[in-house]
T-cell receptor, first 108, second 117 residues
């Protein structure tokens, strides 16, 4: 069975701090896809990134970066110089299997 | 391009009743997935429809069912409602099926908040 664990339930940071959201997954598939989604307050889930299991290159998009490590079955998400607008619940997913999410609060 | 739309947005039902929720995917998307979101269990996959066929189903009782029409619009039905069915029901559309060789990213609607009293 597939499983995604986001051990951090809630994180609170002060604006401009860097923050890393952890994601650990379990799957027996050799080919698989991982995703991150953002759910802002009272908002819809928004797709952030998709990564397949054969591509272990880290990805950077503006202040966002993702670190995929097959050896530790982790797909962590870092926000650099966090902003208040980053406050949201972030979900890591293995296709349709979602972690329970990490609620990030960025305080001005 | 219009996003995923879900109707109704809010619904209050009584135990034992049934309910039908509707989802219109993004134009051109052929896959629709349904999720139940609750504070305790998080986001749980209900089922996915692609080309009018159910492609995968989560671990939910048979009271939860769905269908997809030829225009890719989808409906979800819950019969004999229980208090525990109170949740936000999310619909997500994607270009292709989630469970093929190339998993597609999903685009979510605003959800239907169902309250069962």
């Amino acid at each position: 069975a597939q499983k995604v664990t986001q051990a951090q339930t809630e994180i609170s940071v002060v604006e401009k701090e860097d923050v890393t959201l952890d994601c650990v997954y379990e799957t027996r598939d050799t080919t698989y896809y991982l995703f991150w989604y953002k759910q802002p307050p009272s908002g819809e889930l928004v797709f952030l990134i998709r990564r397949n299991s054969f591509d272990e290159q880290n990805e950077i998009s503006g202040r966002y970066s993702w670190n995929f490590q097959k050896s530790t079955s982790s797909f962590n998400f870092t926000i650099t110089a966090s902003q208040v607008v980053d406050s949201a619940v972030y979900f890591c997913a293995l296709v349709g299997v979602f972690g329970k999410g990490t609620r990030l609060s960025v305080i001005a | 391009k219009a996003g995923v739309t879900q109707t109704p947005r809010y619904l209050i039902k009584t135990r034992g009743q049934q309910v039908t929720l509707s989802c219109s995917p993004i134009s051109g998307h052929r896959s629709v997935s349904w999720y139940q979101q609750t504070p305790g269990q998080g986001l749980q996959f209900l089922f996915e429809y692609f080309s009018e066929t159910q492609r995968n189903k989560g671990n939910f009782p048979g009271r939860f069912s769905g269908r997809q029409f030829s225009n890719s619009r989808s409906e979800m039905n819950v019969s004999t409602l229980e208090l525990g069915d109170s949740a936000l029901y999310l619909c997500a559309s994607s270009l292709g099926s989630l469970w093929t060789g190339s998993a597609y990213e999903q685009y979510f609607g605003p959800g239907t908040r169902l309250t069962v009293t």
